[in-house]
């Protein structure tokens, strides 16, 4: 369940807000983070300092992967599988994995971030439905 991340000060979050997360959580995750580290060697984790606004951060697992993705007439039309960060460090675009059963079957397409709409705790594609997704080019990842 979304318990945080959506819904601030009693309104939905900005899409902007959204982006910005997303692109602070994948710059430190490529960037590395600040933290104690041992003489003589490069510094590795998180300060005791840092972990409380570490625990209280965003996570993509939790908040955004696996969950699942509704048109604005409220249909379910796919599911978040994965998250694209580009080699600028920005997340860029979403893989929504569209039909299938356990996976199988399932037709993976990449939707641009800005595309999506959160309403209270519901990730909203507008004017999306599994027929015009299903319609768009399947991602696949480089090898």
């Known amino acids: 369940m979304l318990n945080r991340g959506w819904a601030r000060k009693g309104g939905a979050m900005k899409k902007g807000i959204v982006v910005a997360l997303l692109a602070s959580m994948a710059l430190a995750l490529v960037a590395g983070t600040a933290g104690a580290g041992v003489a003589g060697s490069a510094t590795i ?9 570490v625990a209280l951060g965003w996570s993509a697992k939790n908040q955004l992967l696996a969950k699942d993705v509704y048109n604005d007439n409220n249909e379910k039309v796919g599911t978040v599988e994965d998250l694209i960060i580009a080699p600028d460090k920005q997340v860029t675009y979403a893989i929504v994995g569209v039909g299938g059963f356990l996976g199988l079957g399932r037709h993976d397409v990449a939707i641009p971030t800005g595309q999506f709409k959160p ?16 319609a768009l080019p399947e991602f696949e990842y480089a090898k």
């Not at 309403?119 to 299903?134: M, Q, S």
Request: net charge negative; aromatic share 4%; charged share 30%.
């Open 45 to 53: 984790g998180v300060a005791v300092e840092d972990m409380k606004a």
């Open 119 to 134: 309403e209270g705790f519901k990730l909203v594609l507008p004017g999306a439905t599994t027929e015009v997704l299903k």
